[in-house]
């Protein structure tokens, strides 16, 4: 889809932007064996909950950039090799914001 630019609204005066860091920064290991072998995926509702790849930076790092829609928000869930069965965060789809 495609963002009319002329119906969003201006965010609020003051809005800070940071990038979000979810691990290293949120903590967390996992258990032995739990490893991914082909990678993290990430799904949500901007890709309509398809696993896409995310890119491994290094040094245990991933990422994945995501255009936010017009409403400024999307649900997503981190998935071990792409695979629903083995979601590493959030447990479960829409979850309430701060669910571990």
Not at 41 to 46: E, H, L, P, Y
Not at 67 to 96: M, S, T, V
Request: proline letters at 7%; aromatic letters at 12%; hydrophobic letters at 35%.
């Amino acid at each position: 889809g495609e963002v009319n630019e002329s119906r969003l609204m201006p965010l609020p005066q003051g809005a800070h932007r940071d990038y979000i860091t979810f691990w290293p920064g949120g903590g967390g290991e996992l258990e032995e064996g739990m490893e991914p072998r082909r990678g993290y995926f990430v799904v949500g509702t901007w890709n309509r909950w398809v696993p896409q790849a995310m890119y491994h930076e290094g040094a245990g790092m991933y990422s994945c950039s995501v255009r936010l829609g017009e409403n400024r928000w999307e649900d997503f869930q981190i998935l071990l090799d792409g695979d629903k069965a083995r979601c590493l965060h959030p447990a479960f789809p829409k979850a309430y914001k701060g669910a571990a």
